[in-house]
């Protein structure tokens, strides 16, 4: 996806402000979900919910106003009870800007104890995934 870096997004440099990838990931992260199929609201309708366990964010060159920003996310295993994401995120040079990663963990909305994926989930995470080579 794609994204136009807005004014209110910039610190007084007229960078990105670091804090604002983390949410870029989470933009990136809702929408990998719908093109799987899935929104977190019937996510955790479906009584889970995919809180946010680990973190982490590198910068190698900072975002500026105006940018035309690209996110590339990779899902680079099945998950079990844990569901690992890597991002990128580029200008529109094509110059990468930050690197990422989230690690999220199935959970039953009743328990709030750890659960396996939901079958339906997978699947749905199978057919959305590119075939390995």
Do not use: W
Not at 35 to 44: I, K, P, V
């Amino acid at each position: 996806m794609t994204h136009r870096v807005a004014y209110y997004e910039t610190d007084t440099m007229g960078y990105v402000h670091h804090s604002n990838y983390l949410r870029f990931f989470e933009r990136v992260r809702t929408e990998l979900m719908r093109h799987c199929g899935y929104t977190y609201a019937e996510f955790e309708a479906s009584g889970m919910m995919m809180p946010v366990i680990d973190s982490a964010c590198r910068y190698h060159a900072p975002g500026r106003y105006d940018d035309l920003l690209t996110f590339r996310a990779v899902i680079k295993e099945l998950p079990s009870t844990r569901l690992s994401i890597e991002y990128e995120i580029l200008n529109e040079a094509g110059k990468l800007l930050c690197t990422g990663s989230t690690t999220l963990v199935f959970v039953d909305a009743c328990t709030r104890k750890p659960a396996r994926v939901p079958q339906p989930f997978l699947y749905a995470l199978q057919k959305a995934m590119p075939p390995t080579m």
